[in-house]
């Protein structure tokens, strides 16, 4: 991802490396050393390395500074310790020297956080955080810093935040939020600011909205002072108005794919002339009002930041407010349902729904996918707006294939499971028994994986990028008994049984709710067995496979008919997760709502991910016959 601002000196590109969950762990920066892209150095400069726990909580976080800025290289080298049986943060290490930078997280000592009873954090003791107290409906309602500065909140029903007061000894500014119907932010007041019109209540932003919001127009209107009389009577023409246009206070952000404002412009524009003697305009530069660029996890690039003097911007990652009151610039984001800390890459407290990703360490950001997804206010991973998340997955698997980033690290480590897998078969396909065992238990397709397995790694690479080079190949290679199931860039495959193969129809699964109900009956043991090479089909169709959940199986198993959408595959992974929860017996015995309630998941889960009518209305029809089929067994 490269990133070309002006006021933040260096154009620089980023690159990104991924483990086999999706989870970034490392990110590299690339400097632009001539007017192209493609005149690129690799520098030192804000290299990322991050590991993490079975849980997903961060283990580790190595991140370097700016020396593109003359600062030292070494920023943060953190290790995190947790309370010990809990996903609680206990304190964070840092061995690099805390004088490097003034920005960063520093060495804590132990018990630095402490948390309420339900994983609350109560107190921060390195950022002067005393005491943080709780609403019952897991909002901040006060936080105490260092006993002489308190900031209160209050929330609206629907949990939107409607004040802020920060009381300092004895001053108190609060500002006020105005917002629509569904919790659009429309206006901004502050009140007892002693720098705006002597503490008076005063109109400070007024939100611009399209389709979201696109900026904010500056104001300075005092609320209590009379109005101006802008009307005039010049001397025999009669009345007219005055009215005074300012350009420069309406403010547009320039945001990228995750809803990060990256740069604000205002109204203004500049234009220059093609030659000192020729006072033609030639073009217009805008108005660069503020810029900022963000690690992946949201803490700002130390000295890769710009603002005119006092035009700080209200929103910045993700598009969510800083509480620049509480840790600093950019240091605490309000997500609307939680609070969180991008230089940890936490929340402060537990996910609300945090039932519903049981994969997933309940403090986690973003699935631990920053660049992929921004957080949806604060309750789950949001990839509407990734447009890359979306190319992978129609169609998806042969596309990411057949690419030159076949070679970075998440594409290799498919291709290296899927060398795996034939290696481990291809002595039983030497010979001729041993192909009849292969084709009736694989088929067809892996025989022509295992004849060139035991190659060279680079011819191999070779082979396999030539032989997905059409997207119709991919129904020779992929062999019915096939388990896993294609994830993230459709490069990670969780294999149960003996072969993972590449499943086709198991690269639409959803990619919300669906993607963790998947990956779950996966973890459980559940295989997904998709059959493409006609020798599967007629295996399976002659044991009468329909796309149906099995629980009777060790660990459970989803048969899937030739290129099954993806709201088949999730509809047998929510069974395996109904009788996880109630058991054989009572999905057996209630078996009608069990499938009302699937269908009604299914429908949620369609209309979120923008399924087609025609998949939708099929599900509305098999709930509704189901439903019939209910009431005829309770008359």
């Known amino acids: 991802m490269g990133l070309r601002v002006r006021g933040l000196n260096n154009s620089l590109l980023y690159n990104y490396q991924y483990d086999q969950l999706n989870r970034l762990v490392g990110m590299d920066a690339w400097n632009r050393t001539g007017s192209a892209w493609s005149a690129i150095t690799k520098v030192p400069d804000f290299k990322e390395n991050i590991a993490y726990d079975p849980n997903g909580n961060i283990l580790k976080y190595k991140r370097a500074g700016n020396t593109l800025a003359g600062q030292p290289i070494g920023m943060d080298s953190l290790a995190y310790s947790y309370i010990a049986g809990t996903n609680k943060l206990d304190h964070i290490s840092d061995s690099v020297p805390s004088g490097n930078y003034t920005t960063d997280i520093d060495g804590q000592s132990s018990g630095n956080y402490k948390y309420d009873s339900i994983g609350q954090l109560i107190s921060d003791a390195a950022s002067g955080i005393s005491n943080i107290n709780w609403t019952v409906y897991g909002k901040i309602a006060s936080i105490t810093k260092g006993g002489d500065t308190t900031i209160y909140y209050t929330y609206d029903p629907g949990g939107n935040r409607i004040s802020k007061s920060v009381v300092h000894f004895t001053d108190t500014t609060t500002t006020w939020y105005v917002r629509d119907a569904q919790g659009n932010v429309l206006s901004i007041y502050t009140y007892g600011d002693p720098a705006v019109h002597g503490r008076a209540l005063t109109q400070t932003e007024l939100h611009i909205y399209g389709s979201s919001r696109l900026g904010i127009l500056k104001m300075n209107r005092d609320v209590a002072a009379a109005p101006i009389d802008t009307v005039l009577f010049p001397p025999f023409d009669g009345i007219g108005n005055n009215i005074t246009f300012t350009r420069g206070n309406k403010l547009f952000e320039l945001t990228n794919h995750l809803g990060n404002v990256l740069a604000t412009v205002s109204d203004k524009r500049f234009g220059v002339v093609a030659a000192p003697a020729d006072m033609t305009v030639a073009y217009f530069i805008p108005d660069l009002v503020s810029a900022n660029d963000y690690y992946p996890f949201g803490s700002l690039e130390p000295y890769r930041s710009y603002a005119k003097s006092g035009a700080g911007y209200r929103y910045g990652f993700n598009g969510k407010e800083n509480d620049n009151e509480v840790q600093g610039v950019g240091d605490q984001i309000?997500?609307?349902?939680?609070?969180?800390?991008?230089?940890?890459?936490?929340?402060?407290?537990?996910?609300?729904?945090?039932?519903?990703?049981?994969?997933?360490?309940?403090?986690?950001?973003?699935?631990?996918?920053?660049?992929?997804?921004?957080?949806?206010?604060?309750?789950?991973?949001?990839?509407?707006?990734?447009?890359?998340?979306?190319?992978?997955?129609?169609?998806?698997?042969?596309?990411?294939?057949?690419?030159?980033?076949?070679?970075?690290?998440?594409?290799?480590?498919?291709?290296?499971?899927?060398?795996?897998?034939?290696?481990?078969?291809?002595?039983?396909?030497?010979?001729?028994?041993?192909?009849?065992?292969?084709?009736?238990?694989?088929?067809?397709?892996?025989?022509?994986?295992?004849?060139?397995?035991?190659?060279?790694?680079?011819?191999?690479?070779?082979?396999?990028?030539?032989?997905?080079?059409?997207?119709?190949?991919?129904?020779?290679?992929?062999?019915?008994?096939?388990?896993?199931?294609?994830?993230?860039?459709?490069?990670?495959?969780?294999?149960?049984?003996?072969?993972?193969?590449?499943?086709?129809?198991?690269?639409?699964?959803?990619?919300?709710?669906?993607?963790?109900?998947?990956?779950?009956?996966?973890?459980?043991?559940?295989?997904?067995?998709?059959?493409?090479?006609?020798?599967?089909?007629?295996?399976?169709?002659?044991?009468?496979?329909?796309?149906?959940?099995?629980?009777?199986?060790?660990?459970?198993?989803?048969?899937?008919?030739?290129?099954?959408?993806?709201?088949?595959?999730?509809?047998?992974?929510?069974?395996?997760?109904q009788v996880m929860q109630k058991g054989n017996e009572y999905f057996s015995a209630h078996v009608n709502e069990m499938e009302i309630g699937a269908q009604d998941k299914l429908l949620r889960i369609g209309a979120k991910e923008g399924w087609s009518k025609k998949e939708l209305d099929e599900i509305r029809g098999a709930k509704a016959a189901y439903e019939r089929a209910l009431k005829r067994q309770n008359k």
Request: net charge negative; hydrophobic share 40%.
């Open 334 to 577: 309000d997500y609307g349902m939680r609070v969180y800390d991008p230089r940890a890459g936490r929340f402060l407290s537990v996910d609300p729904i945090t039932q519903k990703f049981p994969n997933l360490t309940p403090y986690q950001f973003a699935s631990n996918t920053p660049i992929w997804a921004s957080d949806l206010d604060g309750l789950e991973a949001d990839y509407s707006n990734a447009k890359m998340a979306k190319e992978a997955y129609i169609p998806g698997v042969p596309k990411i294939l057949q690419l030159e980033t076949f070679k970075n690290n998440v594409a290799t480590a498919t291709y290296n499971s899927i060398i795996q897998d034939a290696q481990d078969v291809v002595n039983v396909a030497s010979s001729s028994k041993g192909r009849k065992e292969v084709l009736a238990k694989y088929g067809g397709g892996f025989l022509k994986l295992a004849q060139f397995s035991n190659s060279p790694i680079d011819q191999q690479y070779t082979s396999l990028k030539r032989y997905f080079s059409d997207v119709s190949n991919i129904e020779d290679f992929v062999g019915g008994m096939t388990a896993g199931s294609i994830e993230g860039f459709g490069a990670s495959i969780l294999a149960r049984g003996t072969a993972a193969m590449i499943a086709k129809g198991a690269s639409y699964m959803a990619l919300y709710e669906g993607n963790s109900i998947i990956n779950k009956a996966i973890e459980d043991g559940v295989r997904i067995i998709e059959a493409t090479h006609p020798d599967d089909v007629n295996y399976l169709k002659a044991r009468g496979a329909q796309a149906t959940y099995m629980a009777d199986q060790e660990g459970g198993l989803i048969l899937l008919q030739p290129n099954a959408p993806r709201s088949h595959l999730l509809e047998e992974a929510i069974h395996h997760e």
